[in-house]
């Protein structure tokens, strides 16, 4: 653990899992799983397929009901706190790329404010700011007269990321927020969570990529089969040993800074022969 | 669609070197025992009416060189046109749905969702009440109809590149269709609306030895056809280009198909008035029985789309005597329901 | 469009349209004879006797059930997420008129009385077509099996409202015209009644308005930004059917209006807001007041069902619907 000078909220506890498990009918998806997030850290969470890290995060969001345990916002317990309630202190930015192709971009960032909004009044000055804010730090201002329709993937994830910026939370869930970015934009994403982390909000990020994981957050989860495997700094978590454990494959890890990139062995072998003349 | 496996042919029917007929014995059995169904079926809805009759008189009616009384005779007149209709249009409707189901690549084709009866309906509609025909030439105008109908639901539909998008194309073109022949039926009076208002969901009321002689001539050589073409439909399963590939021409042969179908509708819709889902029914349950060789699943439609429609029949003007049920509510009830349990069935299997 | 030049456009049209409908029937008034007959109103003048009973209560009949048609059908496009989802592509029409068909024939209701089975029948076909769909259903968004299970609920409805009038056909003699959609003489009577129910639905979905709009996100996305899906996608369809059942009340399954009005307001105003809501209403009044002229006028002295001439104006744009959301999603 990063043990961080304690400024502007950082290092308090902001959300923690007690003893969460969880399962689709008899099928158990999660797993005893305890863990504390606390302000000021970018946290990735890490696994192959299937492993739940997507269900995690969305039993932090409160999306799923755990069948055991708790989820505490903010020392609060997570059920029975009002959506709208819920969504002032955490926001998150679901995987499904949904949104009406007539819907401007401007409406679909505003719609980040509802949380913020009475049953009447809706567009005040600081929602505005808000926004305003959210589209410059997503780089999306020029888009924002543009309909959902015509925009390209990407630009459609940016453009959802900058409404979950504009909710304004404490606490940032991303469920595999680089999806159909490419490659300048995924690493815009990954310092924009960093900023976002190093500003005092605690943000916790479902990834694919190791690299990317190793180099941005503060602290890695390791997850396999709903438990946790590791936990802990990058350097520390993606071993070897952990990756060839949870992934299945065995790999060689370089070291670059504090990245770590792992390398298929088998693609580093030189002389490959075609299987078919193997004897 | 799934496709089909091969399977072993238990008998080979062999005749040269020109035919070579596989026989599946499953197919052949499911044949043969929806056959003497359909047959029971029929002996029992015979007897069944406002007046019942017995086996042994039905049976004695049947047998050739033996005079019947006349009072049987003469009930016999009556309901042996009504249950021949129901056996051919049923066949008819229902491997119309199959052709479709195969033309469009989509288990949900039919020709009530299509549009294709209310095509044929709109044109028969307006050749009798604008111009007066006579039944056997209101099944050619019908025929046109559908066909018409049929032509612009698909080219409408090609284009989409989405075998669902065709539905939806079918269910808007019927509605338009059907807003059209309720601007004619309004204008003929409310009584004739409600008149046709029966017919326009597929009773057999109407059911003549002129109808039948009718709907029997187009039966003889379109249902024979079908079964003739069905050895050619395979390679349509496995979509347009993949059955160019094969050596198939797959357009001539869809339009054909669409053509085939549109022709077995008409001189039912001429008859009885279009009936709804009983092709879709008919070709997921044959489906279901025999897997998708259409030489299988043609015959088995048939006979399923004969069953069915000869059942909702006699059921809806025996059960709730003396109100007669079209038909064709039965059935478009009947389906939507059973159509609903296969599938529930069809999903939990896999 | 901007917002306030859109609806101050539509309601100039509105006005200028609810004038030509006074206008116009069998002997045509002029402008001054109709706002003669609004203002100083002479109960001894056949003309402004005609204009007030007739032609305005057919006015603020056809008004009301488009408006409120165009309301239901937006907000279930919305909470449904489906382009092609209107109350009478979901069976909700044919279920109403099944019970109330049913109603009449088994406790000889009439009037606003018949706002209750009609209801009941509403909500009814909905239960049926989510089910239908949900058994047709391929894959996790399958926009067509929605529309397919409403189709096979309206034919399952029609044929049983048939069947109900075959057992009696004498009885339902003057109901032909209400079976397929109607503005008759004396449709003001339950509309006296049914006024509030549209009143407040609409008021409720102005209210709904924003976290409805959330809704359009995805469920996991609205939830996490404060709306409670179950309770808005609930509060949405507890709204919607009565709106489109109060409708049919008195005017009759008419269809389409729900499908494309709402069509026409997100194209013209935009995907979300309660300008885009209003806008609906106002489109859907317009749509069923021309049609309502239509019906009078395109084959006169003949007239047509104001519900005839929706289908066929309708089925064109569902077909133009169609072609489009299809093939963009193709490209």
Not at chain 1, 160 to 188: F, V
Request: proline letters at 4%.
């Amino acid at each position: 653990m990063i043990a961080a000078a304690p400024q502007n909220g950082q290092g308090a506890l902001a959300l923690s899992l007690k003893d969460v498990g969880f399962s689709y009918g008899r099928r158990a998806v999660l797993d005893a799983i305890s863990l504390d997030f606390a302000r000021g850290q970018f946290v990735a969470v890490v696994g192959p397929n299937g492993c739940g890290k997507s269900t995690l995060l969305k039993v932090m969001a409160g999306l799923l009901q755990p069948s055991q345990g708790a989820v505490l916002v903010e020392g609060a317990p997570l059920a029975g706190t009002s959506r709208k309630k819920l969504a002032r202190k955490l926001s998150m930015l679901a995987q499904s790329n949904e949104a009406p192709e007539g819907m401007v971009v401007r409406d679909l960032v505003g719609m980040g404010r509802f949380a913020h909004e009475g049953w009447l009044s809706s567009g005040s000055p600081e929602d505005l700011r808000h926004v305003q804010t959210a589209m410059d730090i997503m780089e999306v201002c020029d888009l924002a007269e543009r309909r959902v329709g015509e925009l390209s993937g990407g630009q459609l994830q940016r453009c959802r990321m900058a409404m979950t910026l504009a909710q304004d939370a404490g606490i940032l869930l991303l469920d595999e927020p680089t999806n159909h970015l490419d490659l300048r934009y995924q690493y815009a994403l990954l310092e924009t969570a960093r900023m976002q982390a190093a500003s005092g909000r605690a943000v916790i990020a479902v990834l694919h990529d190791l690299t990317h994981a190793s180099l941005y957050a503060d602290r890695i989860i390791l997850m396999a089969k709903g438990k946790v495997v590791a936990e802990g700094p990058p350097a520390d978590v993606l071993t070897t040993g952990n990756v060839a454990e949870v992934y299945g494959i065995s790999t060689v890890a370089m070291p670059f800074g504090r990245a770590v990139v792992h390398l298929p062995e088998s693609a580093l072998v030189e002389k490959r022969q075609p299987a078919g003349e193997r004897k | 669609m799934r496709l089909p496996s091969i399977r072993k042919a238990a008998f080979v029917i062999r005749i040269g070197r020109v035919v070579h007929l596989p026989i599946a014995l499953r197919s052949s059995a499911v044949i043969l025992g929806l056959g003497l169904v359909l047959a029971l079926a029929a002996l029992i809805s015979l007897q069944l009416g406002s007046t019942a009759i017995s086996l042994g008189q039905v049976l004695h009616w049947l047998a050739p060189f033996t005079t019947t009384e006349p009072e049987t005779a003469s009930i016999m007149r009556l309901r042996w046109p009504r249950i021949a209709v129901a056996i051919l249009g049923g066949a008819m409707v229902s491997v119309s749905g199959y052709l479709l189901q195969v033309v469009a690549r989509n288990g949900l084709a039919d020709p009530g969702l299509l549009g294709i009866s209310q095509g044929s309906m709109a044109a028969i509609i307006l050749g009798g009440a604008l111009f007066g025909l006579s039944p056997a030439w209101l099944a050619w105008v019908g025929l046109l109809g559908g066909f018409l109908t049929a032509a612009i639901v698909l080219t409408l539909a090609y284009r989409l590149a989405s075998a669902t998008g065709l539905i939806l194309v079918g269910l808007a073109v019927g509605i338009v269709l059907g807003a059209a022949i309720e601007i004619v039926m309004v204008q003929g009076g409310m009584l004739q609306f409600a008149r046709l208002l029966a017919w326009s969901h597929g009773s057999l009321t109407a059911a003549s030895p002129a109808s039948t002689g009718m709907m029997a001539l187009w039966a003889a050589i379109l249902l024979p056809l079908c079964l003739l073409v069905s050895g050619r439909m395979m390679p349509l399963l496995l979509g347009h280009e993949q059955a160019a590939g094969l050596g198939a021409s797959p357009r001539r042969l869809s339009l054909g198909l669409t053509l085939l179908a549109a022709a077995l509708v008409a001189p039912v819709v001429a008859a009885v008035g279009p009936i709804s889902f009983l092709g879709l029914i008919a070709g997921h349950i044959s489906r279901r029985l025999v897997g998708e060789r259409p030489t299988a699943v043609v015959p088995v439609a048939m006979l399923c789309g004969a069953l069915i429609l000869l059942t909702a029949d006699t059921v809806g003007r025996t059960l709730f005597l003396p109100v007669i049920v079209p038909a064709g509510i039965l059935v478009s009830i009947a389906g939507v329901l059973t159509f609903l349990v296969a599938a529930r069935l069809s999903r939990t299997r896999y | 469009m901007k917002a306030g030049s859109g609806l101050a456009l539509l309601s100039v049209a509105v006005v200028a349209l609810a004038l030509l409908h006074l206008m116009a029937g069998a002997r045509l008034a002029s402008p001054g004879v109709v706002l003669d007959a609004l203002l100083n109103h002479d109960p001894r003048n056949y003309q402004h006797v005609v204009v007030v009973k007739q032609r305005l209560t057919r006015l603020l009949v056809a008004g009301y059930s488009g408006a409120v048609l165009a309301v239901s059908g937006m907000l279930l496009q919305k909470v449904l997420r489906n382009d092609l989802v209107s109350p009478s592509t979901l069976g909700i029409n044919s279920g109403a008129v099944t019970f109330v068909v049913l109603g009449i024939y088994a406790f000889g209701l009439d009037g606003a009385a018949l706002f209750w089975p009609a209801l009941l029948g509403g909500v009814f076909a909905v239960a049926v077509t989510f089910l239908a769909a949900g058994l047709v259903r391929q894959g996790a968004r399958d926009p067509l099996s929605l529309i397919l299970g409403g189709a096979m609920t309206a034919t399952l409805f029609s044929s049983a409202t048939t069947f109900v009038i075959s057992i009696d056909p004498d009885r339902f003699g003057k109901l032909l015209g209400w079976l397929v959609g109607d503005i008759g003489n004396f449709d003001y009577q339950p509309l006296i009644y049914l006024w509030p129910v549209g009143l407040l639905g609409i008021g409720m979905a102005l209210a709904l308005c924003r976290p409805i709009d959330l809704l359009t996100l995805g469920t996991e996305q609205a939830a996490t930004l404060g709306a409670d899906p179950r309770f808005v996608r609930g509060g949405a369809l507890a709204l919607a059917i009565p709106l489109a059942i109060s409708a049919v009340c008195v005017v009759g399954p008419i269809g389409f209006v729900g499908l494309i009005a709402p069509h026409v307001a997100r194209l013209l105003l935009g995907e979300t807001g309660r300008s885009t809501m209003v806008f609906c209403a106002l489109t859907g009044a317009v749509i069923v007041i021309a049609a309502d002229m239509a019906a009078r006028t395109l084959l006169a002295p003949q007239l047509l069902q104001v519900g005839t001439v929706m289908a066929l104006c309708g089925g064109v744009a569902f077909l133009a619907i169609i072609l489009t959301t299809l093939r963009r999603r193709a490209a």
